[in-house]
């Protein structure tokens, strides 16, 4: 499986995961991230609930904008978009980089927030939540510096035309120039 489309499979289930406590129990929710246990008023369980459908909406138009789930009847058809096609294999629907940026700063935020909340003591409870976030935005980021280029590989020498030298030495490049020369 591509790692574009792993981020984007865990990321939704990170954040299904995360939707469907505040959906069905808002009473743990605020019992784990509070000091006293008490009932939820009617708006906790009220913005509880609406986040909760807030990160499903979230999760699965991520899923449908990256083009891990096709939106066409058939596997083996392209989709044209503004004159050019994106095949269903290949991860550049229109909206994957968009959407991963989206989905990127989303987890640092939420992550960047856990930790803050985590260091001064709150509940361990953030920690969980600063593990899995940072863990996601470190393969977003991953997939956005690595897995998001173009690349050209040159069929002579296997390497893409974006490789340089800078801080290893390239020996293959040196003897062919070399032998050029000679």
């Not at 340089?164 to 000679?182: I, V, Y």
């Amino acid at each position: 499986m591509d790692v574009y489309y792993c981020f984007n499979y865990l990321s939704s289930a990170w954040m299904l995961l995360e939707a469907l406590p505040l959906i069905t129990t808002p009473t743990i929710i605020i019992s784990m991230l509070s000091s006293e246990v008490r009932e939820p008023t009617q708006l906790e369980s009220y913005l509880s609930r609406s986040l909760g459908l807030a990160l499903i909406a979230f999760a699965t138009l991520n899923l449908l904008l990256t083009g891990s789930i096709p939106l066409v009847s058939s596997f083996a058809a392209t989709a044209t978009v503004k004159g050019t096609s994106t095949d269903l294999e290949d991860p550049t629907a229109p909206y994957a980089v968009p959407s991963l940026s989206v989905t990127l700063t989303y987890h640092i935020a939420v992550g960047f927030y856990c930790y803050q909340q985590w260091a001064l003591g709150r509940s361990a409870t953030y920690a969980i939540g600063m593990i899995a976030h940072g863990f996601l935005a470190a393969m977003g980021v991953w997939v956005m510096m690595f897995a998001s280029s173009n690349g050209h590989i040159y069929r002579k020498t296997g390497a893409d035309d974006k490789s340089s030298s800078f801080p290893m030495t390239n020996m293959d490049g040196k003897k062919e120039k070399l032998g050029k020369k000679l």
